[in-house]
């Protein structure tokens, strides 16, 4: 990395230094591609959840974005888009002539997806003390055939970071919240959380991560191997630990101890 970004000199401006409550993102019953490749949302379009923690670190990178079905799975688990990627900033490259107002292509969402796992894959390496443009490389973004001087991919790569994050976080807005509280159950409702699109949903999470400030551990399950800042699968909604773990979820743990386990049996009957 050159001498003019690095993890520790990135800074956070505007919001205030704190983790972002998670917004509602925008979901739909099913969605399904036709054989030209629209993208067509069913169901009732004001059904809205938080994103999965952590989904950014664990499901988004496993994406295939030149598969199709792929993209199609993951809209349809986590999300839909319904802005066309250049009035997010970014940029399109697609001879897209859209048959009515508020259809994507598959190709559009895989466009999202790539820079969403583009930004995310940035800030793992910044943090690994890696070179940055890699992480665009492993996205599908930016061609490894065309390499530049080292210190002017590094700034490359942060101008396209910053502008693709804030082109996401663009859709989330200041706002305020408010509660009540159940007199009989006590179950507290809060009102006023933003409703957004997946790719800002995506946009918020990097956000978090950076404003957190954790370290993203492997996995140290040998057949998962995935990135994580807390381990899912022991604790209580937000009590998940976050030093001391080696596994991304108590199932890889105990995995990794069976096949410890197995190797052992075996060395002892030789």
Partial sequence: MSQLHSAEQFRITAW?????????????????????????PYGDPSTWAPLPEELVLRQLLSVRCDNADDVVA????HG????????LGLPCGLDIKRPREGILHVNEVALYLRHAQAMTLHWIAALDREPVMSAWEAAGVADPAVRMRDEV?????????????????????????????????GERLEYGAPRVGLFTGLAAQVFNLIVEGLPVRVCANETCQSRFVRQSGRSRKNQQRTTGVMFCSAACAKAQAQREYRRRQRRERR
């Fill in 16 to 40: 205030p230094d704190a983790p972002l409550p998670p917004p509602l993102v925008q979901r739909a019953r099913k969605v399904s591609v036709d054989p030209k490749g629209w993208l067509r």
């Fill in 80 to 87: 839909i888009i319904t802005q066309p990627p250049e009035d």
């Fill in 153 to 185: 991919e590094d700034d490359t790569a942060w101008v396209w970071f910053t502008g693709v994050l804030n082109a996401g976080l663009g859709g989330l807005q200041p706002y305020v919240r408010s509660w009540t509280t159940l007199p009989l159950s």
């Fill in 74 to 77: 993951f809209t349809t688990e």
